[in-house]
């Protein structure tokens, strides 16, 4: 029984060994690319660079400060592309010792043609009078922003639009604050409060009680 079990042994010592070595070749084509993307002109950082392993569904993204970083096998191409700059494919050397390679890769500028645009003026003047009061020009990103953050419309929107989870549990805990501070006693009114009383006597010599044009109000 002990001689037959022996040429198991051997096999599966056999076995483990190539099966080791195997992995560990496996292992040395691997590498890892670290580099920087950046212009072929002016040494500019390129952000937002994809960066695919070809013929491989993996790939990363530069930063943007341009940097990289990929791990892949000796003998792929990278591919590199970017909106306003031509591809480029780099082939990673099967010779490279070591599992670290740097690499700057620099991207070239490409142009576009755009259609042709022809520009006429209006017919008339009657026609530039009625272009001005009725047409509807889209606005851009700066008056869209400077409307979002108007104070009327955020006054509005507060008193309009119903509170969240967070604005609701921050009023309920203040409640409670307010009633922890008073209990077992009838809490003040400030109807009886001097201060009260001078600040709204100060409030109402300085104006703040006056009416005021509200474009976003309805009474407008």
Same mark, same amino acid.
């Given at each position: 029984m002990?001689?037959?079990f022996?040429p198991y =042994?051997?096999i599966?010592?056999?076995?483990f &060994? #190539?099966t080791g070595i195997?992995?560990a070749?496996n292992?040395?084509?691997? +590498? *890892?690319?670290?580099?920087?993307?950046?212009?072929?002109?002016?040494?500019r950082?390129?952000?937002d660079v994809?960066?695919l392993?070809?013929?491989?569904n993996?790939?990363?993204?530069s930063e943007y400060?341009?940097?990289?970083?990929?791990v892949?096998y000796?003998?792929d191409?990278?591919?590199?592309? =970017?909106l306003g700059?031509?591809?480029?494919? &780099? #082939?990673?050397?099967?010779?490279?010792k070591?599992?670290y390679f740097?690499? +700057? *890769?620099?991207?070239?500028?490409?142009?576009?043609?755009l259609?042709?645009t022809?520009?006429?003026p209006?017919?008339?003047?009657?026609?530039?009078?009625?272009?001005?009061?009725?047409?509807?020009i889209?606005?851009?990103q700066y008056?869209?922003a400077?409307?979002?953050?108007?104070?009327y419309?955020?006054r509005?929107?507060a008193?309009?639009l119903?509170?969240?989870g967070?604005e609701s549990?921050s009023?309920?805990?203040q409640?409670?604050?307010?009633e922890a501070?008073?209990y077992?006693?009838?809490q003040?009114m400030n109807?009886l409060?001097p201060?009260?009383?001078?600040?709204?006597f100060?409030?109402?010599?300085?104006?703040?009680?006056r009416?005021?044009?509200n474009?976003?109000?309805?009474?407008?």
């Amino acid at each position: 029984m002990r001689m037959k079990f022996i040429p198991y =042994c051997f096999i599966l010592i056999f076995f483990f &060994f #190539v099966t080791g070595i195997a992995s560990a070749q496996n292992t040395s084509g691997i +590498i *890892q690319i670290n580099g920087v993307t950046m212009t072929a002109d002016s040494l500019r950082a390129v952000p937002d660079v994809v960066i695919l392993v070809k013929n491989k569904n993996r790939g990363v993204e530069s930063e943007y400060t341009g940097v990289f970083s990929i791990v892949c096998y000796k003998g792929d191409t990278l591919d590199f592309t =970017c909106l306003g700059f031509r591809a480029k494919e &780099f #082939v990673i050397p099967k010779d490279i010792k070591g599992q670290y390679f740097s690499l +700057i *890769q620099l991207m070239v500028q490409d142009t576009f043609y755009l259609p042709e645009t022809i520009i006429r003026p209006l017919p008339s003047k009657q026609g530039f009078d009625y272009a001005f009061q009725h047409w509807h020009i889209p606005n851009d990103q700066y008056e869209v922003a400077r409307k979002n953050t108007d104070a009327y419309l955020l006054r509005a929107l507060a008193y309009t639009l119903p509170h969240d989870g967070h604005e609701s549990q921050s009023r309920v805990l203040q409640q409670q604050a307010r009633e922890a501070v008073y209990y077992g006693q009838q809490q003040p009114m400030n109807i009886l409060n001097p201060i009260a009383w001078g600040q709204f006597f100060e409030a109402w010599k300085r104006g703040d009680f006056r009416r005021q044009s509200n474009p976003y109000s309805s009474e407008y």
